[in-house]
């Protein structure tokens, strides 16, 4: 799905974000103060070049805790230096400052009475070096900021949302179906979506039957694709049972990120207008997140005019809160046309996708742009859920 801009009259910037990590800073904007008391231990982390799961593994390992155990308010993914809390369980907070873990470094850990659960943060603030843009690119960055900072930033998820192969919500769409030969089939992905050539003889092999050489291939750190190749060596049909070895938060990232493809092709068709409210939509207050059924436009127009609602789209689910009207034929034609309904997403094993609303847009705030040679530098801060790509793909238009 090509992507359309809400800031189309303004040229881009161009440029590009090199793969250094100084060049995209991320910090989470915590929800609440700590108390300094409690059996759980807050930690800020500077991690470099590693998700934020990977974080988790090696702070479990280092620590001797479950992993389940450590909570985390965000995913930020491997690309960057990112700046995130994470919280241990009966752990000092002397043993989590003195960690000495590849990637990762302990920058405060203070106690706390509960633990981090994700979405308990007020959002991120980021600081991004566009290397070699356009002539004019200030100029242009700054009039596209300005159109972002009244009508929203398109609340996308985009690319980074369905994994090195982009293929995350085809999986997840595959285990709604309850197709697992097609779940497998996406989990090990296409030979030509990747560029290293060991992982890309192992996805051949598997393409071409051959799981054992498959397996072999595999490097060791593919522990997901290479468990569920060892069970279908065992039994080559028993899809189902190999699918059934990935771990349930992979799993749950699967089927999100299928929710996710389904609202960005929702936003892609009201962005001329998602920073309108019409009868029938369901509206999200920016305030404290509340949303309700809007049924007297007339009356909630300059509340959306004035960024304090915004119109939503869907992150399907079996209780999700649907709108009336245009927007809930729409949605609901969405789902029938992939053979789906609100009752595909009630899954077994702890798998069940509720559902909910995210709002179409997203306020970007205390955003400044400086020039620095050859780079612009751009700083902004968004609300938790939104990502900088949203932003950096109205300004550099690539």
């Known amino acids: 799905m090509s992507t359309r801009y809400l800031t189309a009259a303004i040229p881009g910037i161009g440029g590009v974000i090199k793969n250094t990590p100084e060049d995209f800073l991320v910090e989470e904007i915590p929800a609440y103060q700590l108390s300094g008391q409690g059996e759980h231990c807050y930690a800020v982390i500077e991690k470099r070049g590693i998700t934020t799961l990977e974080?988790?593994?090696?702070?479990?390992?280092?620590?001797?805790?479950?992993?389940?155990?450590?909570?985390?308010?965000?995913?930020?993914?491997a690309v960057g230096v990112t700046r995130q809390s994470v919280s241990i369980p009966r752990v000092a907070p002397e043993t989590v400052l003195s960690l000495q873990i590849p990637g990762i470094k302990v920058l405060s850990a203070l106690l706390h009475g509960n633990k981090l659960r994700l979405g308990h943060l007020r959002g991120n603030r980021f600081e991004i070096r566009v290397r070699g843009v356009a002539a004019g690119a200030a100029g242009n960055a700054k009039a596209a900021l300005k159109i972002l900072a009244v009508r929203g930033v398109p609340n996308r998820f985009g690319s980074q949302r369905y994994g090195v192969q982009a293929n995350s919500h085809l999986i997840g769409a595959a285990v709604l179906r309850r197709d697992y030969k097609a779940a497998v089939d996406a989990l090990i992905g296409e030979p030509d979506a990747v560029s290293d050539e060991r992982w890309r003889a192992a996805i051949a092999a598997y393409r071409q039957g051959d799981l054992a050489g498959s397996l072999a291939a595999f490097p060791g750190h593919f522990r997901v694709e290479r468990e569920l190749l060892t069970r279908l060596v065992q039994r080559p049909d028993g899809f189902d049972r190999a699918f059934n070895s990935v771990p349930p938060r992979l799993k749950r990232l699967y089927l999100s990120a299928y929710q996710s493809s389904l609202f960005d092709q929702v936003l892609e068709g009201r962005l001329d207008r998602l920073d309108e409210i019409f009868d029938g939509d369901i509206a999200f207050k920016h305030e404290n997140g509340a949303c309700f059924l809007v049924k007297d436009v007339a009356a909630e127009a300059p509340r959306a005019a004035a960024f304090e609602i915004s119109p939503t789209g869907p992150m399907f689910g079996c209780t999700m809160m649907e709108p009336e009207g245009e927007q809930g034929r729409l949605e609901r034609e969405l789902l029938a046309a992939r053979g789906l309904t609100k009752e595909s997403f009630d899954l077994s094993g702890g798998l069940k996708m509720e559902g909910e609303r995210r709002p179409l847009r997203v306020p970007i705030a205390g955003w400044t742009v400086q020039t620095e040679g050859e780079d612009l530098v751009v700083g902004f801060s968004l609300p938790r859920g939104a990502y900088a790509t949203c932003v950096l793909d109205e300004l550099m238009k690539v």
């Open 55 to 77: 974080a988790l593994r090696r702070i479990a390992k280092a620590l001797g805790v479950q992993e389940r155990d450590i909570g985390y308010a965000g995913m930020k993914d």
